[in-house]
């Protein structure tokens, strides 16, 4: 195990799950990348790597009983392990979020970069665990003032559980969007530099729409180019596996936030 990645933002749509898929696609080629859509509440992963019908998903490992092993929800695609969640509400309503932590640990233990795909919303127990679990996250935001502020809000809320900001990606660029003066000030405000500015991209809809991550979908597209680039930027650490499945296991869970 090297490093738990929380890929993460103040508020939905901002392309977390296209920027988890493609960090974890472009890491792929140096680690052995675990990506886990751990939006529980809003999970929208399964639809872009094409596992719309997976049988078993994270959902069926939070719900207490189940005695689903964690491997039947870990699926081989586009040279990663992909662990999907389902859309149903009542399997979310049953499933119990502290048990993300026992596999999140069990999965460390497997992997060298774990991508965890994670809530916008700050404001449950399910939404702050990836957060709390991950040694460091990327905030994913749009080039506007209130993203950058929800972005704050994110890093200082991550930096309260201790973890910190590995860096910052903005999403859906346009060239009028004035970004050089943006990502000055990201970089002054932000515990990690800017990654990447992935620009606005026609392919990142389409990929969504085929069913298959930006990078496996249209690898030269501009997007999927700043992707890359990005990810090369991410220095990753090293850690102990033990140690890290130690953290989770043991990591106390906000009651309120
Ligand atoms: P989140 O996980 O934060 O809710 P998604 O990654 O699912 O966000 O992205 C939300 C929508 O925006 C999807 O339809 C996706 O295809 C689209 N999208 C994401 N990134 C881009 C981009 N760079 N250009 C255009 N559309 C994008
Ligand atoms: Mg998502």
Do not use: W
Not at 120 to 125: D, F, M, N, R, V
Not at 141 to 146: E, G, Y
Request: include cysteine; proline fraction near 4%.
């Amino acid at each position: 195990m090297v490093e738990a990645f929380a890929v993460a933002s103040g508020k939905g749509g901002t392309g977390k799950t296209t920027s988890t898929l493609a960090l974890g696609m472009a890491l792929a080629d140096r680690y052995d990348v675990t990506v886990v859509d751990a939006d529980t509440g809003m999970a929208n992963l399964l639809f872009h790597t094409g596992l719309d019908d997976a049988a078993v998903t994270l959902h069926d490992l939070l719900i207490e009983g189940e005695g689903t092993a964690v491997d039947d929800a870990v699926y081989d695609r586009f040279g990663m392990k992909v662990v999907p969640c389902g859309t149903s509400l009542a399997a979310f309503r049953e499933a119990d979020p502290e048990r993300l932590r026992d596999v999140v640990a069990t999965l460390a233990a497997d992997t060298d970069v774990l991508l965890l795909d994670s809530p916008a919303a700050l404001g449950s127990k399910s939404a702050v665990l990836p957060v709390v679990l991950a040694d460091r996250t990327v905030i994913v935001l749009q080039p506007t003032v209130p993203s950058l502020s929800d972005g704050l809000k994110v890093q200082e809320y991550a930096r309260s559980y201790g973890t910190e900001t590995a860096g910052t990606l903005f999403n859906r660029v346009r060239d009028d969007d004035g970004i050089d003066r943006v990502t000055d000030r990201a970089d002054r405000y932000f515990g990690g530099e800017t990654l990447g500015v992935i620009p606005e991209s026609d392919a990142a809809r389409a990929a969504r729409q085929a069913g298959e991550p930006l990078l496996a979908h249209a690898p030269d597209d501009p997007a999927s180019r700043a992707f890359r680039e990005a990810a090369n930027r991410l220095d990753v650490r090293d850690g102990a596996s033990e140690a890290v499945a130690d953290r989770f296991r043991s990591a106390v869970v906000p009651d309120e936030v």
